[in-house]
């Protein structure tokens, strides 16, 4: 199929809402053709290192939040599903947008209960390290791994490997693994900046005992 393209250097998800201030000139001719048109959709693909990844995710509009007097617009879009490009057209027919022939990747959303509520640990404790918790309220077991993805201390080839990995067990599986590695060494700092708090604090401690007459 083909959809148009706003490519950017960021890494969205199926299920995830995202928040746009759009500011060229063909992006908000392309939001005003998804306010026009509420059945299309568009695709963001990663730029990474100055080119366009060739997988990317699918989006609809959700809602135009503000339109200024400069034409600008803060919208906000929710990732459908991701997507591998055959072809990019620049520009797209007529449009000042570009687009792409791509293909929609089907995926696999049936997970395993116990990993689920693993990950879901693993999370809660990787979350109470951190001086600001992201927590997640409306959480979806099908999708979990997306919606904690951003927060979750991936790098961007990890973004990228877990975008496509077409099943959501697999992906709850890589994040546990991710987790895993990561925490021992988090909590290892933790422990050297309480030991470098405490060194600053006056101590109450037991003085050795000496045995009578020695």
Do not use: C, W
């Given at each position: 199929m083909d959809i148009a393209i706003f490519p950017l250097q960021l890494i969205a998800f199926p299920g995830e809402r995202l928040n746009l201030h759009v500011f060229e000139q063909r992006y908000r001719d392309l939001f005003n053709d998804l306010k026009a048109d509420r059945t299309?959709?568009?695709?963001?693909?990663?730029?990474?290192k100055n080119e366009i990844h060739l997988m990317g995710t699918q989006l609809k509009l959700v809602e135009i939040v503000k339109q200024y007097e400069t034409g600008e617009m803060d919208v906000i879009t929710e990732g459908i599903g991701a997507f591998a490009i055959n072809k990019i057209f620049n520009p797209y027919?007529?449009?000042?947008?570009?687009?792409?022939?791509?293909?929609?990747?089907?995926?696999?959303?049936h997970y395993d209960?116990?990993?689920?509520?693993?990950?879901?640990?693993?999370?809660?404790?990787?979350?109470?390290?951190?001086?600001?918790?992201?927590?997640?309220?409306?959480?979806?077991?099908?999708?979990?791994?997306?919606?904690?993805?951003?927060?979750?201390?991936?790098?961007?080839?990890?973004?990228?490997?877990?975008l496509a990995t077409p099943s959501e067990e697999e992906r709850q599986e890589i994040m546990i693994d991710h987790f895993k590695f990561i925490m021992p060494s988090m909590r290892s700092i933790q422990e050297t900046q309480s030991r470098i708090i405490a060194n600053g604090h006056f101590?109450?401690?037991?003085?050795f005992k000496f045995n009578p007459g020695k």
């Open positions: 299309m959709t568009f695709g963001i693909p990663p730029v990474v027919g007529d449009k000042a947008y570009a687009g792409a022939n791509v293909e929609i990747l089907l995926d696999d959303d209960l116990a990993k689920f509520e693993e990950l879901q640990n693993l999370y809660e404790e990787f979350q109470a390290m951190l001086t600001q918790r992201k927590e997640i309220l409306d959480k979806d077991p099908k999708k979990f791994s997306f919606q904690i993805a951003h927060y979750a201390g991936l790098n961007e080839e990890q973004k990228l490997a877990l101590k109450n401690l037991q003085s």
